[in-house]
């Protein structure tokens, strides 16, 4: 691929970071239309399509950034829901204001091509998880955590998110949504994006480094909504995190601070 094309690419494809902090901050806007969904009656269909920018760390660690065009695309069929960001799941509950239930949800790979540091550490394929989630929504405040099991691919570690969120109405057009989270992760996934073996050393000319398990990122983060129509609306996203110490003191790593900024408009069928 001619540099060119590769800088094409990295633009218009969102990065595993991008897609991991805002699965981690609660801030994807697939997230908020789904919200929507919940909060109406779990027997209520509808669909959502859109785009959206984010300007997010080139790789989880990276001081560098990058801007990615992002999906929007989320369904949901009564108690069942598939979208871009958010995977495919099941609600199991029937009571109001709470969700529980599995989810299969996509993995995003890294390539060593993403950045210049990452040069001699091999690529990172692909995968999917399987996990379960839970939503408690007390209005104005909510309660969440996910755990998601890897299957297979070259990182198929275990990885456990906890979370709480507050939602503030701004009148019937705009809302203000804040979350915070933190997020576990099992040696598998530690050592796989944040250890450097004997050989990715000689590759790379970084020094070896073993991860342990623990916590690989927490931050918090905030939308603002804006409801033109009743089919069409825009979100603006911010957010900031830091990795856990087991990840900031790996070689990969440039900075442990990272933060994503984004915006996005979506049309609900």
């Known amino acids: 691929m001619n540099p060119h094309a590769k800088s094409l690419k990295n633009s218009l494809y969102p990065s595993a970071i991008t897609l991991l902090v805002l699965a981690t901050l609660g801030m994807s806007t697939a997230a908020i239309a789904q919200s929507e969904s919940n909060a109406s009656n779990k027997s209520d269909s509808n669909f959502t399509v859109g785009a959206g920018l984010a300007y997010s760390p080139e790789y989880e660690g990276s001081e560098d950034y990058k801007t990615s065009v992002l999906p929007l695309i989320n369904y949901r069929n009564g108690r069942f829901f598939a979208g871009a960001l958010g995977g495919i799941g099941y609600d199991l509950s029937t009571k109001k204001g709470l969700s529980i239930g599995p989810v299969l949800s996509y993995q995003p790979g890294r390539d060593e091509s993403d950045h210049e540091r990452l040069k001699g550490l091999g690529d990172i394929d692909p995968s999917a998880n399987l996990g379960a989630f839970v939503k408690w929504d007390l209005k104005p405040f909510s309660v969440n955590s996910t755990i998601k099991q890897g299957l297979g691919g070259d990182v198929s570690g275990t990885e456990l998110k906890l979370g709480v969120g507050y939602a503030l109405p701004l009148g019937p057009k705009d809302s203000l949504n804040f979350d915070a989270s933190i997020?576990?992760?099992?040696?598998?996934?530690?050592?796989?994006?944040?250890?450097?073996?004997?050989?990715?050393?000689?590759?790379?000319?970084?020094?070896?480094?073993?991860?342990?398990?623990?916590?690989?990122?927490?931050?918090?983060?905030?939308?603002?909504?804006?409801?033109?129509?009743?089919?069409?609306?825009?979100?603006?996203?911010?957010?900031?995190?830091?990795?856990?110490?087991?990840?900031?003191?790996?070689?990969?790593?440039?900075?442990?601070?990272?933060?994503?900024?984004?915006?996005?408009?979506?049309?609900?069928?």
Request: without cysteine.
């Open 183 to 269: 997020n576990w992760a099992d040696q598998d996934i530690m050592e796989g994006y944040f250890g450097v073996t004997p050989e990715q050393s000689n590759s790379s000319g970084l020094a070896t480094y073993d991860a342990s398990a623990g916590i690989r990122r927490y931050g918090v983060g905030a939308s603002w909504t804006h409801i033109y129509t009743p089919k069409v609306f825009s979100t603006l996203n911010a957010g900031v995190y830091q990795l856990g110490s087991e990840a900031a003191d790996s070689p990969i790593t440039t900075s442990r601070t990272g933060g994503l900024v984004g915006a996005s408009v979506g049309y609900k069928f």
